[in-house]
T-cell receptor, first 116, second 111 residues
Framework: GAGVSQSPSNKVTEKGKDVELRCDPI?????LYWYRQSLGQGLEFLIY????????KSGLPSDRFSAERTGGSVSTLTIQRTQQEDSAVYLC??????????????FGSGTRLTVV | SQQGEEDPQALSIQEGENATMNCSYK?????LQWYRQNSGRGLVHLILIRSNEREKHSGRLRVTLDTSKKSSSLLITASRAADTASYFCATDRDSNYQLIWGAGTKLIIKP
């Protein structure tokens, strides 16, 4: 597509439930990133996918968080047993391989997750 | 801790005036980028400056980079109401694809 698409745009869930957030990157972008942004804060890195390489999961805050990327395209971020501190905007971005500073990221509009 | 620190945290100016935001960082970098975020949602890439560059222009935007001071500034000239947004700097370290983000500067342009 023309841009990075994320769904849903808003999600309200009860504490303890599982949620799935979806990201559809720009066609041809081999790199895909998930970030989390709490209110009034900068972005917190969660996970990075590059082509068929093993993802960098170093930013995932706990084992309740997982992500996969099927066929090198669409990615799903799953949060199990949600907690109130998981409430944030989850942003997905894609890019060409980030080599030598070529270009920036293209972000989706994010999913605002509220855990009640 | 955050690599990038924007300054000021908030800035309110009259339409037509110039707006200057600063970003400081702690470790050596390969590139520094500026992004704009409207209404707390998706970010838009504005400009990227490489560590061997000192100044870069894009339309009404001017970015400077001083690696000796580990700082960058973003200047928006002749501001418009549509420039109202939060502005973030993001840095990457050598051979590291992760971007490190500051908490942003909230810019308000008063008509």
């Amino acid at each position: 597509g023309a841009g990075v698409s994320q769904s849903p745009s808003n999600k309200v869930t009860e504490k303890g439930k599982d949620v799935e957030l979806r990201c559809d990157p720009i066609s041809g972008h081999t790199a895909l990133y998930w970030y989390r942004q709490s209110l009034g804060q900068g972005l917190e890195f969660l996970i990075y996918f590059q082509g068929n390489s093993a993802p960098d999961k170093s930013g995932l805050p706990s084992d309740r968080f997982s992500a996969e990327r099927t066929g090198g395209s669409v990615s799903t971020l799953t949060i199990q047993r949600t907690q109130q501190e998981d409430s944030a905007v989850y942003l997905c971005a894609s890019s060409l391989p980030f080599i030598g500073g070529v270009g920036g990221y293209t972000f989706g509009s994010g999913t605002r997750l509220t855990v009640v | 801790s955050q690599q990038g620190e924007e300054d000021p945290q908030a800035l309110s100016i009259q339409e037509g005036e110039n707006a200057t935001m600063n970003c400081s960082y702690k470790t050596s970098i390969n590139n520094l980028q500026w992004y704009r975020q409207n209404s707390g949602r998706g970010l838009v890439h504005l400009i990227l400056i490489r560590s061997n560059e000192r100044e870069k222009h894009s339309g009404r935007l001017r970015v400077t980079l001083d690696t000796s001071k580990k700082s960058s500034s973003l200047l928006i000239t002749a501001s418009r109401a549509a420039d109202t947004a939060s502005y973030f700097c993001a840095t990457d370290r050598d051979s590291n694809y992760q971007l490190i983000w500051g908490a942003g500067t909230k810019l308000i342009i008063k008509p």
